[in-house]
């Protein structure tokens, strides 16, 4: 996400910066997707809700469930290799690590039974069904994404 904050500050724009919990330099190596989400939408409320939150891959998707379920409210919402769904991202982050059928099976019951919900409740497209302006982009490589200047430059013609 560095590659946007430069641009960001040259066109006249605030930025800031968050690891989720249990992610980058903060601090947990436990994170609920409902944590995530609220924490997402807490640190916005904390800025009086900011004009664009731009996130990528499963703080795009928790993102969306804060604009569905937790008051988060920005004027444009950029999400980046956001997964269709948590149980896409679940089984696809499995899947690189060469878990069985029924492996996988057994961790979809276990993360339904520890959030108290089916994973089928977290799914982006729907989130953003409700939403106004969102930008959902999905092309160029889940991270390589990130460093496309040309994406970037697209992002803030897209901002204005």
Do not use: C
Not at 8 to 26: C, Q, R
Not at 130 to 145: D, E, R, V, Y
């Amino acid at each position: 996400m560095g590659g946007f904050v430069s641009p960001l500050l040259n066109a006249g724009y605030s930025v800031a910066a968050l690891d989720l919990p249990g992610h980058g330099a903060a601090s947990g190596d436990y994170a609920p997707l409902p944590l995530l989400a609220l924490s997402i939408s807490e640190i916005a409320s904390a800025f009086n809700q900011p004009y664009a939150v731009i996130a990528h891959s499963l703080g795009a998707a928790m993102t969306a469930l804060a604009m569905e379920s937790y008051g988060l409210k920005p004027d444009r919402a950029i999400l980046i290799s956001a997964p269709r769904s948590a149980e896409d991202y679940a089984l696809a982050q499995a899947k690189r690590q060469g878990l069985s059928k029924r492996a996988l099976q057994s961790m979809i019951e276990q993360i339904t039974a520890a959030l108290g919900e089916p994973l089928e409740r977290y799914r982006v497209d729907q989130a953003l069904t409700s939403q106004a302006q969102p930008l959902w982009l999905s092309g160029g490589g889940h991270n390589k994404i990130l460093a496309d200047s040309g994406m970037i430059d697209d992002v803030l013609q897209w901002l204005k």
